[in-house]
């Protein structure tokens, strides 16, 4: 694996774990697919930081667990606003 991938699997870990970030935001900010940014974090990163990988791979699944409840609270929010503008 070239060096600058795996540089880039810890950096999105790191960031993951201090953010209590979502794939979406990683990927955003560094500027990545989420399939990426998937594939560093379950693939490459174990392979180079079995630790670390599992942080981050923790708070990804409370991450997914809680996307369904986001996701309703976006709508919510979003039929609100429709609902002030009119």
Known sequence: MKEYIEER????????IENN???R???KQFGIS???????VT???VLIN???AKSARKVLDVNKSERHIRGGLATKEKYLHQTRIN
Request: glycine share 8%.
């Open 25 to 27: 935001q990683t990927a």
């Open 50 to 52: 079995p630790g670390l």
């Open 34 to 40: 989420k399939s990426t940014v998937h594939k560093d």
């Open 9 to 16: 699997a810890i950096g999105v870990a790191n960031y993951i």
């Open 21 to 23: 970030a979502t794939v």
């Open 43 to 45: 693939e490459r990163l």
